[in-house]
């Protein structure tokens, strides 16, 4: 009778239950790894041809067709920067799962269509994204020291790192997942020379299980390559498309893994600018040599989609200069920001098939779009007439110190005495 039960039992777990430990079981799992000046998958030479996107910028309900158009356009991974920011509202408080912000989906999806994936969380990512990515709470204490081994800096740091890398560990590729790196940091080179802090961020990770190679990304610049990089992990830079700039990653680590982590085949747009168009005949040839040299590459980006809500950054190269950059994060990108293909797209396509030895994927069908029907405004009330109660403060403070990290801050004074005059502002920052 017991026999019997247990037959029974493991048949309707088979039958029913066994979904997910099915899939466990078919899970295949490779290893990637550096070595030799470049990448190898399961110990075969592996070119990684890379295409970007970011979560962040493209509802869910688009992500497969998005990946599905980078890989027929002849790319084998998917890259991508997850916003600090975008994840941690407050000191904490950290959402992983809803919308946008689903990120073990969106890691599923890559996976699901067979592509793998170049982790890039940060903390820092510029990525023309509101402070880089980084937690605006940051801000609300006056003296801190962002990217560095300011105390109250790194423990934030290290709140966020317990929370993404156990889903960044359950997806490695040793685990049968789809990532087969992880960037430290950003561009450092340009920001900053703390080594102990480099060196504490890779260690961070390795110390909270992540287990794939590293690689850092910085300009093929010599000060920013010595003060960005580090031994043992992957070179990327930003961008490369010539001997002479992969060379110069080699002379500060010559037996380094060294690839294009960001190739551009369009570019940003702030506000009051013309719409950025770099040129197709520039891609295609950088394209070319990087496949005729063999060298992995990143599209940085394929796809650029929206900044949505107040999530654009801005830049402010020198005192007096504020660039914002606007809504739409199109980028002049080879998908455009409605997720169609471009003639950029089609002639990279057209590139990378020659270079293939198997035809590329089909292109998917774009998604639908709709129409909305004329709709008349009528003036309901103004803003001034619903303003929240003011707060008192004696001199102004920047936003962040009252709690309000988007959005827009109106600050108002009486003028005593002097009422005539000119008001400066001498820096403005996002």
């Not at 889903?167 to 789809?178: A, L, M």
Request: proline share 7%; glycine share 8%; net charge negative.
């Amino acid at each position: 009778m017991k026999k019997k039960l247990f037959t029974f039992l493991m048949t309707l777990i088979l039958l029913t239950g066994s979904g997910t430990w099915a899939q466990a079981q078919t899970k295949s799992t490779h290893i990637f790894r550096l070595g030799d000046n470049q990448f190898w998958l399961d110990d075969k030479p592996f070119q990684i041809i890379s295409g970007e996107i970011h979560p962040s910028r493209i509802p869910a309900e688009y992500w497969k067709q998005r990946i599905q158009m980078i890989k027929a356009m002849g790319c084998n991974t998917v890259a991508c920067y997850i916003m600090w920011n975008y994840h941690e509202s407050e000191p904490g408080v950290f959402d992983f799962q809803t919308g946008n912000k689903n990120l073990e989906k969106f890691i599923q999806t890559v996976q699901d269509e067979g592509m793998f994936l170049l982790f890039r969380p940060g903390p820092y990512v510029c990525g023309e994204w509101d402070f880089g990515g980084l937690p605006p709470y940051l801000l609300s204490i006056p003296d801190i020291k962002i990217r560095c081994m300011d105390t109250r800096y790194t423990a934030a740091v290290e709140r966020y790192v317990d929370k993404i890398a156990p889903i960044i560990k359950k997806y490695e590729i040793t685990n049968g997942g789809p990532i087969i790196m992880v960037q430290v940091e950003n561009e450092y080179g340009s920001y900053g020379n703390d080594r102990v802090y480099m060196k504490w961020m890779h260690d961070l990770w390795r110390d909270k299980g992540i287990e794939v190679p590293f690689y850092t990304a910085d300009g093929a610049t010599p000060y920013m390559l010595e003060a960005g990089t580090l031994p043992g992990v992957a070179i990327g830079l930003d961008p490369a498309a010539s001997k002479a700039e992969f060379d110069e990653a080699l002379k500060v680590h010559p037996d380094a893994s060294v690839f294009c982590s960001e190739l551009y085949p369009g570019w940003l747009t702030h506000w009051r600018e013309e719409w950025q168009h770099p040129s197709i005949e520039k891609i295609t040839t950088d394209v070319k040599w990087l496949l005729d040299n063999g060298k992995s590459f990143n599209y940085y980006v394929i796809h650029g989609g929206t900044n949505f809500g107040f999530w654009a950054g801005a830049n402010s190269p020198q005192p007096g200069t504020y660039q914002p950059d606007v809504t739409s994060y199109d980028y002049d990108a080879p998908i455009n920001e409605m997720g169609q293909a471009t003639p950029k797209y089609m002639a990279l396509r057209e590139l990378t098939q020659k270079y293939s030895k198997k035809k590329l994927a089909p292109i998917p069908d774009p998604i639908p779009t709709i129409t909305f029907p004329a709709t008349e405004t009528k003036r309901y009330t103004s803003i001034w007439d619903n303003l929240p109660a003011a707060k008192q403060i004696v001199q102004p403070v920047p936003m962040e110190m009252m709690k309000q990290y988007e959005g827009m801050i109106l600050y108002r004074t009486k003028l005593i005495g002097h009422k005539s005059g000119k008001l400066r502002v001498d820096e403005v920052h996002d």
